[in-house]
Every structure is written in structure tokens, then in C-alpha cells.
């Protein structure tokens, strides 16, 4: 490890090495600072957001901290992101939440462009199950907006993060008269007014944000934040419509709604508007357009190329078109990171509709099967088949890295020895076993994992990898002493020592019950 390290990063790692070993910083901001974690016991990744430290010693700033954390962690639901731990030691004030493998909905829009409708709507009534369950609880968040909506990678999952300045069973009344919390473009009205707000008020924001995400720009922009707030509350917000002609009219007609001065004007509850939002997904929004124009084109081909074997005319030169067609749209799937998995659910979709279509019209029985003929193909082995040497010669699909799916003793044991071949050579020469200590705590820890143990045991010896990989590293940066490193040294081969006579022990046991 040679890139710097901060004193935060160093110091909350001390404090947590053996139940969190922290990988990289994330990012930061005025309120936190965010890392990416492992959790050792578990061997999951995690987040931890720490308070700055020089903010740690106001009390106004550490209690709003800590606010999130325990206004956050009531929350229970798969569209808001969990909070694991909350723990303030000193200066050093954190809490361990979910880690959301993705991207923001403001560097989404940023990356890549408004949203298309098909996935806004997703997201917007995913968001608004979010909201709907915090509203629920007496929760308003306040200050709802892109950056605080984040867009898991694998599954497109919106998840609902930052309650640092929601309002809990204060809901209905201001903090204080004219007191204004929130962030200026997505403000609602009254909450712009420092009047007392609601689940509406919350909507509102829901409704500038997606405004963002389907054009690209705010509903009101201006050269501060005073001029932006008079518009939210003296102008009426642009049409969605008219901004970007292709959105439906309907999803446009919702977000406009949304942004309606008056809050009773807009949706009252977030669960109406997820409602609405279900509503308009609708068919068209049951698959992504590429995977509906396979689906359509993998049915109208197999019914023709069955009629025309039927006729005894052979696949012929139209058949030989509709196949070539077929392998095009698989390969333009296959390499912007489809799977088989996800070709076979909008197969399964389309399915339900036409099963759906067939029983308002009273089909016969017999038709109903022939015309599934073609679903049974496509979603079984001879679709899988089709779609394996479709992608033949197709490169993987470049991702950005992930956390590493690797152990987290493996990880820091690596770590550790990449920092100790940076050492000069003396030192080296001094710590000569340092090598042969860390191999003997991962296997430990490994043999401890492969029998359930992961208490206090494991704790020990992931910490002791720790507390070496961290020696390193600050006498890399200058920050520590040979003598460190030998105390640190000394204690990593007691608890190896340790580890060992536990497996061993615990081997004897097994070999007796045997």
C-alpha cells in the first residue's frame, strides 16, 4: 500500500480492526466521511460513515450524526439502506450501514444521460415504497434529491440513503419559525418558507429529482441558493414534456403533479404515487426495449420457420434472414452484459400477458398451446443453446472493480506483504519472519471460517493481520518506528500461537467424537 492514508482512516481502524477491516475511502463530504469496509464475521462488505473528527467535538454536530444513524436504523426495508452499528469513541463518531454497489442517481444522469423512462419509473416507485415506509413511521427525510438515491449495479435497486436532517415524530411542526434545512433545488415550497412540513413536502422533492432525471437539468436554476428558493416558491415548474418530447405523457403528467405549489395538489401519501407509478410500468415497462424486441421478433420467427417446415418448404432464404436477425439482437444483448437468465424472465413476462390476452378471449385450448410453443423453445435448453453460440467470441463486458469477493485474511495478508517487500532492506532483515507469520494467521483464520467459528478467535486473528498490515503502512509514511513493528510483530505470533492450539484442540475433539 503506498497511496497516503489519513489520520481518520488510521485511527478508526485501530479502533475496529478484527470487526471491520477497511478497504479504501469512498468519498467525503462536509458532514462525513464514507469507507468501504469488510465485515470480518460475516465477510461481507460494509460502509462506515465517520463523523470528521474536528466536527466530533461540536455537540450540535455529533448529536445530528448520530440522529441518521438511529432515525435510519428504525427503518427496515429493502429500498433504504441498513444501518448495522452506531458507536461514538472520543473523537471518533461512525456508524456501519449497507454497502450499495453502485452509483448515484446524479452520477447516473451525469455518466450517462436522463434516464429513460422505462427505468425512471422503476425507480421512481421504488423510492416512493421507501419513502411511504419512513412516512409511515413519522419519518419526513427532508432532503430527498439525486445524490441521496443510489442505483445498485447488478439489479438497477433504487436505495434511499442520508436521514441526516429528517424530522422523526416532529414531522407536522418546523424546528424552529424560519429556520430552512434541505438542499435548494429539490426544496419543496414550504419547507423553502420554514414552514412546518409533511409526507407531501417529501414528494415534492421526489418530483424535482425526477424532474433532474428525466431531462438532465433541475426544475429551477439560478446563480445562488436564495434565487433558486424563490422560484420553488413564487414559479410555476417547467413541463417535463416539453423539455424532453419523448418521456410518456403520463409518467411527464406525474412528475408535474408532483411539483404542484400547493401540497394538496400534489399525491398525498407516497404509497398512492407508488401505486400510480406500478400502474404505468405496465406491460411495456416488463422488460428493456432491446429484450422486448428479441422477444417479439424470437415469436413471429419460430411461428414462421414452423409453418414453413410444416408447408415442406425448409427454412428457405426468409428463414435464414429471421435466424441471422435473431443472432444480431442476442449478440447486441449478450454484449451490453445480459445473461440467458434475463432473456428467460421477459420470456416468462410476455408469457403472463399472452396467458392474460388468451382468457379475456376465450382462446381454445389447443391454440393456446401452439401458441406457447414458442415460449417453451426460447426458455429451454434450445434457447440456452442459441444464446451460448450467439456470445461466441464475445468479450466480457468491462465493469468497474468490485470489492474483492476474496476472504478478508487473504486480502490483508496480501496487504501486509506487499508493504513489507517496500521496507529497506535492514528492516527486512529484522522482521525476516514476518512472511511465515501472516501465512500462519490466514490459514488459521481460514481453518476457523471452514468450522463455523468466527468468534472471538477469528476476531484475534484477522486483527492481528491488521494491526501488522497497519505497522507497515505507517512506517512506509513515516508515521511509525521499527520498535512498533516488532511489538506488533510479537503479539501477531502469540496469537497464532494461540489459533493453532485452539484448531488443534478442536481437532482432538472431533477425532475422539469419531
Known amino acids: 500500500m503506498t497511496a497516503p492514508i489519513s489520520a481518520e482512516f488510521l485511527a478508526l481502524q485501530e479502533l475496529l480492526a478484527g470487526r471491520y477491516s477497511i478497504e479504501r475511502e469512498l468519498g467525503r463530504g462536509g458532514m462525513g466521511i464514507v469507507l468501504l469496509a469488510r465485515d470480518v464475521a460475516l465477510d461481507r462488505p460494509v460502509a462506515i460513515k465517520l463523523l470528521p473528527p474536528h466536527l466530533a467535538t461540536h455537540l450540535d454536530e455529533r448529536d445530528r450524526f448520530l440522529q441518521e444513524a438511529r432515525t435510519a436504523a428504525g427503518l427496515a426495508h429493502p429500498n ?21 454497489d453502485g452509483e448515484t442517481l446524479r452520477e447516473r444522469v451525469e455518466r450517462a444521460g436522463p434516464l429513460p423512462p422505462r427505468l425512471a419509473v422503476k425507480l421512481l416507485q421504488e423510492v416512493a415504497w421507501a419513502l411511504g415506509a419512513a412516512h409511515q413511521r413519522g419519518v419526513i427525510h427532508r432532503d430527498v434529491k439525486p445524490d441521496n438515491i443510489m442505483i445498485e449495479r447488478a439489479t438497477e435497486r433504487a436505495v434511499v440513503t442520508d436521514f441526516g436532517i429528517a424530522l422523526g415524530s416532529r414531522a407536522g411542526k418546523a424546528e424552529s419559525p424560519g429556520l ?254 514476518l512472511p511465515a507469520v501472516i501465512e500462519r494467521l490466514e490459514t488459521g483464520a481460514e481453518a476457523l471460517r471452514a468450522r463455523g467459528d468466527t468468534g472471538e478467535s477469528l476476531t484475534e486473528a484477522v486483527a492481528a493481520l491488521e494491526h501488522l498490515r497497519l505497522a507497515l503502512v505507517k512506517r512506509q509514511s513515516g508515521m511509525g518506528s521499527p520498535s512498533d513493528l516488532t511489538l506488533v510483530l510479537e503479539r501477531a505470533r502469540a496469537i497464532g500461537d494461540h489459533v493453532d492450539r485452539r484448531i488443534a484442540a478442536a481437532a482432538e475433539v472431533q477425532a475422539l467424537l469419531e
Request: charged share 25%; net charge positive; proline share 5%.
Open 80 to 100: 433504504i439502506v441498513p444501518i448495522h452499528l452506531v458507536e461514538a469513541h472520543g473523537d471518533l463518531v461512525f456508524f456501519v450501514m449497507g454497502f450499495v
Open 180 to 433: 430552512v434545512t434541505g438542499t435548494a433545488r429539490y426544496m419543496s415550497p414550504e419547507q423553502a418558507c420554514g414552514e412546518p412540513v409533511d409526507a407531501r413536502s417529501d414528494l415534492y422533492s421526489l418530483g424535482a429529482t425526477f424532474f433532474y432525471a428525466l431531462t438532465g437539468r433541475a426544475p429551477f436554476e439560478a446563480g445562488n441558493a436564495p434565487a433558486i428558493i424563490t422560484k420553488h416558491v413564487y414559479e410555476i415548474a417547467p413541463l417535463v414534456h416539453a423539455l424532453r418530447p419523448e418521456v410518456p405523457a403520463k409518467l411527464g403528467a406525474v412528475v408535474d403533479r408532483l411539483l404542484r405549489k400547493a401540497p394538496p395538489e400534489r399525491f398525498q401519501t407516497a404509497d398512492d404515487l407508488a401505486r400510480v407509478a406500478g400502474e404505468l410500468r405496465g406491460r411495456d415497462f416488463r422488460a428493456p426495449p432491446l429484450l422486448r424486441a428479441f422477444v417479439r421478433n424470437a415469436q413471429v420467427s419460430t411461428l414462421v420457420l414452423l409453418a414453413s417446415v410444416l408447408a415442406g418448404k425448409g427454412m428457405g432464404i426468409i428463414g435464414a434472414i429471421l435466424i441471422f436477425q435473431l443472432v444480431a439482437v442476442a449478440r447486441r444483448l449478450l454484449k451490453d452484459g445480459y445473461t440467458f437468465d434475463d432473456i428467460r424472465a421477459a420470456l416468462l413476462a410476455e408469457r403472463q400477458v399472452q396467458q392474460e390476452e388468451a382468457e379475456v378471449v376465450k382462446q381454445r385450448k389447443w391454440f393456446r398451446r401452439l401458441d406457447s410453443l414458442w415460449y417453451r423453445i426460447w426458455a429451454g435448453r434450445a434457447g440456452r443453446s442459441f444464446f451460448w453460440l450467439a456470445g461466441w467470441g464475445l468479450k466480457a463486458t468491462a465493469r468497474a472493480a468490485l470489492p474483492s469477493i476474496e476472504r478478508t485474511e487473504l486480502v490483508l495478508g496480501r496487504s501486509a506483504l506487499s508493504a513489507y517487500q517496500a521496507l529497506p532492506d535492514a528492516e527486512r532483515r529484522q522482521a525476516r519472519d
